[in-house]
């Protein structure tokens, strides 16, 4: 790979494209002579396998047996607040049989696991009745998680542990892990009086559902009047009887019109998101400011790489004044390609909607190499494969194609890996859109 990108590097800086193409070619031609099996399955379009088995029912979705229909969310929920419960009973109790840290690892690993799933699934899932009920187990679980960041006596449990020790031997590690679990408690105001605690849960459960709706409302089409735009336009949208839908900034449109009346339609200010928006931040902000904190930023950043906005802001203002002189040459190129498109026109500023346009047209004409000359050589499969030699070679981890159980997918071009290291297996799905 490092080969391969070093001469697009030098095709852009000599602009001898032709004999370097040529030698691309070869590389990659020489390199990549036979397919592995985890390639050739990534490479090869499944179909559809029929449960043809008279006994074995479906295994559920990913494998899990409680998912062979979307109702299988609300089981699960259910069954982690039991989980949830038991493991709070033991970590508060007299009798505990184990580290307090292997306690706490475990609830979060028992509400991570059903989390993690059900937001993968009401992100990706094309059925609207499982991405409606994954969502509900998201918010479920989300607020049972703030339920137990203001929980006082499992919060003084882990804090005697913390101040005095375990009864078990504890190692740096299992401390280090405590203090994070502790420092989770106290950013949302475990030390507050019993209201204001039930008001952080609160905010925080707000600061959840508006987000989701708000980011749902971000990429959501928009639909105006069909005779509001002009009759010329109209062809390069989707039209629904009187209106007319506008799903992106159409960025890589070469007409110029087409991308500014996207840009002004699709980002037009909306009372509803703006209402969503301001519902947020106030919430944000009131409750970093009962958690202690002058702003949310700060809460949000607080034991972060980061540490404090400050910093961030003068990482920002560092990068900006170093990108600054390398940013006006490239928009200064931009702005001479513009009016050289523009027969006739002299240099114009570029508008909001032409940068990614200009400047992927840019970037074309310096390599002079289309997508579709290279892009042969990069099938899904060789991505995966070379994914895996970075995986092999920085931490021994495999990746091996497996096969997939009745029921276990929605779609056949969803595909199933194993992903091993040292003899210990663990699955991982990944969807190929």
């Known amino acids: 790979m490092l080969s391969i990108y070093s001469m697009i590097v030098i095709s852009r800086r ?73 493991l709070i009973s033991e970590a508060c109790g007299p009798d505990r049989t184990r580290k307090m840290v292997e306690i706490f690892d475990e609830l979060s690993d028992t509400l991570c696991k059903v989390a993690d799933l059900a937001e993968f699934v009401r992100i990706a899932h094309p059925q609207a009745a499982h991405s409606q009920a994954a969502e509900d187990a998201c918010v479920s679980i989300s607020g049972i998680v703030e339920r137990l960041n203001t929980h006082q006596e499992l919060y003084c449990a882990l804090r005697a542990i913390v101040d005095g020790g375990d009864k078990f031997p504890m190692s740096s590690l299992d401390q280090h892990v405590a203090q994070l679990f502790l420092f989770d408690f106290e950013q949302s105001g475990i030390h507050l009086p019993e209201t204001e605690r039930k008001r952080v849960v609160a905010l925080n459960d707000s600061i959840l559902q508006v987000g989701q709706r708000f980011i749902a409302g971000a990429v959501s089409p928009r639909a105006i009047p069909r005779d509001s735009l002009p009759q010329n336009l109209r062809q390069f949208f989707s039209v629904d009887g009187d209106q007319v839908l506008v799903t992106g900034l159409y960025a890589d449109s070469p007409n110029a019109m087409v991308r500014e009346a996207a840009y002004r339609i699709y980002l037009h200010p909306d009372k509803h998101q703006e209402y969503l928006l301001s519902e947020m931040l106030s919430s944000r902000h009131e409750l970093a400011q009962l958690c202690g904190f002058p702003t949310f930023s700060h809460r949000a950043l607080k034991a972060s790489t980061a540490e404090t906005p400050d910093t961030v802001n003068q990482f920002l203002d560092i990068m900006t004044q170093r990108l600054h002189k390398r940013a006006a040459v490239d928009f200064d190129v931009m702005k001479k390609l513009k009016a050289a498109t523009n027969t006739g026109s002299t240099e114009e500023d570029l508008a909001p909607w032409d940068t990614p346009y200009y400047t992927h047209k840019v970037k074309r004409d310096w390599l002079q190499v289309g997508s579709t000359e290279f892009s042969p050589y990069f099938s899904l499969g060789t991505c995966m494969e070379g994914l895996n030699i970075l995986t092999n070679s920085l931490y021994n981890i495999s990746l091996i194609s497996d096969e997939l159980a009745p029921g276990e997918v929605w779609a056949p071009d969803v595909y199933k890996l194993a992903a091993t290291r040292n003899k210990l297996n663990s699955d991982k799905i990944l969807k190929m859109w």
């Open 14 to 86: 000599t602009r001898n494209s032709v004999l370097v193409y040529s030698k691309l070619k070869l590389l990659i031609t020489a390199s990549v002579s036979t397919w592995s099996p985890l390639a050739t399955a990534f490479n090869t379009r499944p179909g559809r396998k029929l449960n043809l088995s008279l006994i074995k029912d479906d295994a559920g979705l990913f494998g899990v047996p409680e998912l062979r229909s979307h109702d299988g969310f609300y089981a699960m929920r259910e069954r982690t607040v039991w989980e949830t419960e038991k």
